[in-house]
């Protein structure tokens, strides 16, 4: 009796569930593109990445017949001190960039918040959005001729200021400082207005009563929009921190590189490049990569659920 | 009383006045470069190289332009960009939204598991040298299709688009169209299309900026001049210092300076197009950043 009704109920499930595929059956029918996209350009290289990394590759053999080798490429990796200072040149620029990068923002959205005048707010903001949509290869070069020995802007300074023309991005050890500098140049607008977003959302009241209670306008910012801040900044920050294996810019410091900087500037990801598609190592190049991936797969969990548990947000 | 509210308020004016001037400040760190480029551009060489420049441009002429415009590579840089902008971006957001849509819709079984492959790939990638074996499987390495394809799915901007049909298109309203007998296609195109003119705006643009801007996969995949877009052509310039106007020219030009006014003429020319667009479309990108920060 009792299995009979069970089966019923069973039944009538599956029936319900058959119907809601029927239901929604042209949607899967939409969803075919994407998903054969995903596999092909994201997957399929996920399954040749897992093979290739324990394997020499050979252009002839392809990638099912070329020969195992195990952990090869993992042990050299590790064993070598050239490669190995990719990776903490890779975590120190990003820690850096994070670090420095993270403050800027928030004062600006502060500042911004406290403008009343419309158009001053709606014109400081727009320009220091700007940035953001130069290129980097713009960027880069805005920052050569910036930097510039002969012609640039900063030397023409400090000659007038009567000191003597510096070739800065000759200087391995200004790398990082010209990387993150000119970062917080370009991003601090774009990165502000999620600041600016959640000081907008503070319920007006909390001012009136704060000013009613005879706060001035700094006890306001202290004691409302920091704390109304706090939870933001902590899960971005987390997050941020999270994503650290991939938080800074091939694009960019592929640019920035020159021989003069190369022992701070090469890191992971310009490092797979040379070696794969350069010196054609595939193997290795895929070995490094997948060691970055992994890391950045735990990292990110990590600091997902951290966030969930400080804050209410997350990144999924 | 009194007193101390006009104690409180010479504070609250000293605020204010400190305010401003770092507002002025932001505003004049992020300009003046901006400003020193564009007129360097329009400087007489000579000007440019001894130091003369500070604000405005000086002895104003318009012989990088005529130069700049005279050299094919970058018209042809040009043409692509804009051909790969266009296709890429009418590739991407289709994808987008065929994979976004259905994602979003709530009773649909699988759609978590499903939404779970595409976010994984965020986290995970198989990475440079794989990816580039596909691609050159599929024969597609130095065509426009490599620089248009394998980017297609951006997981980002899917669960933006998810995120806002799940925010702003009631449940209710898929409900009445069910029980109106609409199949799901029509409800997509008669109910849900035209309700998502902005974030269709939004995710254009992302999509287009991001083309124009990025070398990344034209380094990779792309090796003849003359399927370049204009990020590779101005490296190939501004960065590698490859201005191959004839050599005996190149001397010349080298002397008066004029090879310093033209990478600032480039500079203007490859970034005005966004910067003088971006500002009527601001708040496309603003609402971008909002619904990106709330969790779907």
């Known amino acids: 009796m009792r299995l009979q009704q069970q089966s019923a109920l069973k039944a009538a499930q599956s029936n319900e569930l058959r119907k809601r595929f029927r239901r929604y059956g042209q949607l899967y029918l939409i969803l075919v593109l994407p998903l054969a996209f995903l596999v092909v350009f994201n997957y399929i290289p996920i399954f040749f990445g897992l093979i290739l990394a324990f394997k020499e590759f050979s252009p002839s053999r392809g990638i099912l017949g070329s020969p195992w080798v195990g952990f090869k490429h993992f042990v050299f990796f590790f064993s070598n ?86 070739n800065f991005m000759a200087k391995g050890n200004l790398f990082m400082n010209i990387y993150v500098i000119s970062g917080i140049w370009q991003a601090t607008g774009f990165n502000a207005i999620i600041y600016l977003a959640a ?118 | 009383m009194k007193h101390k509210k006009v104690r409180q308020s010479a504070t609250d004016v000293a605020f204010d006045v400190v305010n401003h001037i770092f507002v002025t400040i932001c505003v004049l760190a992020v300009l003046y470069p901006l400003v020193y480029i564009v007129s360097a551009s329009f400087s007489s060489p000579p000007s440019v190289v001894g130091g003369k420049v500070w604000l405005l441009p000086v002895k104003p002429t318009l012989i990088a332009y005529q130069t700049i415009f005279k050299y094919r590579q970058i018209l042809v840089g040009y043409g692509n960009a804009v051909f790969y902008t266009v296709f890429g971006t009418l590739v991407g957001v289709l994808i987008t939204f065929m994979a976004a849509y259905p994602l979003s819709r709530k009773g649909m079984p699988g759609r978590n598991l499903i939404m779970g492959l595409f976010v994984f790939t965020m986290l995970f990638s198989g990475g440079l040298i794989p990816t580039y074996l596909v691609v050159r ?42 029980m109106d007998g609409a199949n799901e296609l029509t409800t997509m195109f008669r109910i849900v299309l035209p309700l998502s003119g902005p974030i269709f705006a939004v995710v254009v643009l992302n999509w287009a900026v991001w083309i124009w801007n990025s070398y990344y996969y034209a380094l990779i995949y792309l090796r003849s001049n003359e399927l370049q877009p204009l990020q590779i052509i101005l490296r190939q310039i501004l960065i590698m210092n490859q201005m191959s106007i004839q050599m005996s020219a190149d001397e010349i030009m080298r002397k008066q300076g004029l090879v310093d006014v033209l990478r600032y003429a480039l500079i203007v020319v490859a970034s005005a197009p966004l910067l003088m667009i971006y500002p009527f479309l601001q708040r496309y990108f603003i609402k971008g950043v909002m619904i990106g920060s709330i969790k779907g």
């Not at chain 1, 120190?92 to 918040?113: T, W």
């Not at chain 1, 040379?274 to 060691?291: D, H, P, Q, R």
């Open chain 1, 81 to 166: 001190q050239s490669s190995l200072s990719t990776v903490s040149n890779s975590l120190i620029l990003a820690l850096y960039s994070i670090a420095a990068g993270f403050l800027p923002p928030i004062v600006l959205a502060i500042s911004l918040n406290e403008i009343k005048n419309r158009f001053v707010k709606k014109t400081t903001q727009m320009v220091t959005y700007a940035p953001f949509f130069i290129s980097t290869v713009v960027m880069v070069a805005i920052i050569m001729q910036v930097l510039d020995p002969r012609t640039g802007i900063v030397n023409k300074l400090i000659v007038g200021l009567g000191g003597e023309s510096q």
């Open chain 1, 199 to 316: 000081l907008t959302g503070v319920d007006p009241g909390l001012y009136e009563a704060a000013s009613l209670d005879g706060a001035s306008k700094l006890q306001r910012i202290f004691h409302i929009d920091i704390p109304m801040l706090i939870p933001t900044v902590t899960v971005l920050l987390i997050l941020n921190v999270g994503q650290i294996m991939s938080a800074t810019s091939f694009e960019k410091i592929f640019l920035m590189q020159n021989p003069a900087n190369m022992g701070s500037s090469e890191v992971i990801s310009t490092y797979v490049y040379k070696i794969g598609l350069l010196s054609n190592n595939f193997g290795f190049s895929t070995a490094v990569n997948m060691f970055n991936s992994a890391v950045n797969l735990i990292m990110v969990f990590l600091a997902n659920s951290f966030a969930k548990r400080v804050g209410d947000a997350r990144l999924w």
């Open chain 2, 137 to 178: 499987y599929l024969h597609m390495v130095n065509t426009r299709w490599a620089v248009i394809l394998p980017m297609a799915v951006s997981v980002w901007n899917i669960i933006l688009m998810r995120t806002f049909f799940q925010v702003s298109i009631p449940q209710e309203l898929y409900d009445s169209t069910e």
